[in-house]
């Protein structure tokens, strides 16, 4: 059976990935988005958009309302998935880790950290210092707190010595190194590297990315 979504016509609703339009709320000024902000963003139909932004609101992962003849969207501020998929997502997580590690590492180097090197990134006093503002808010302390920086300093130092970092690319080039215990990659993005990211970079729409911004 079709997985297409219908409209309230009864015509079928453009497929856009839900990452497209959760993007949306990055790269446009908010703190709240409308339908035509995603319809803008992603040259789509503002229907499509609406059926979209439905689809985020019954996952609980944003929150809406009317005002005058417009419906408003801003993030709840968190991604609320059913139970089995979080399973699911962090039980696959898990499972490429051990992949990765035993692939990657030596038995009796499983544990230890990957040497520097001249082509490693290091991130900036600056970069540390808008780490550390941001952290203020973070409901953490000790080796979890600072486990949570130094994801965030490194997807930084990403962006730096690259660039931009996407999403993806933060996911998949720097999470592996500076995991955070209990984070699957969604949490882990969300709570550490996009507040940093949303301080210290500007969003290119055209490149989907970050490009970090140094001041002056």
Request: charged share 40%; glycine share 6%.
């Amino acid at each position: 059976m079709s997985e297409r979504e219908r409209t309230d016509a009864g015509t079928y609703a453009e497929t856009l990935p839900l990452d497209a339009v959760r993007d949306v709320f990055d790269a446009v000024r908010g703190p709240v988005i409308t339908s035509s902000d995603v319809g803008d963003a992603l040259d789509c139909t503002t229907e499509a958009a609406r059926q979209k932004l439905t689809r985020l609101y019954d996952r609980g992962e944003v929150d809406k309302r009317k005002t005058g003849r417009t419906v408003v969207y801003w993030r709840t501020g968190g991604d609320r998935i059913t139970p089995d998929e979080r399973a699911g997502e962090e039980h696959a997580e898990r499972a490429r880790e051990r992949d990765d590690a035993r692939a990657d590492r030596p038995d009796d180097q499983r544990d230890a950290k990957p040497t520097p090197t001249a082509s490693t990134p290091h991130h900036t006093d600056e970069d540390g210092d808008i780490v550390d503002d941001v952290a203020e808010g973070w409901d953490d302390t000790g080796d979890r707190l600072d486990a949570r920086k130094e994801a965030a300093r490194a997807v930084l130092a990403y962006a730096r010595e690259h660039g931009t970092v996407s999403k993806q690319e933060a996911k998949e080039e720097v999470r592996p190194e500076h995991p955070v215990e209990g984070q699957n990659a969604r949490t882990w993005y969300r709570k550490n590297v996009r507040p940093v990211l949303n301080e210290a970079a500007e969003y290119d729409q055209s490149e989907r990315a970050y490009r970090v911004v140094s001041e002056k």
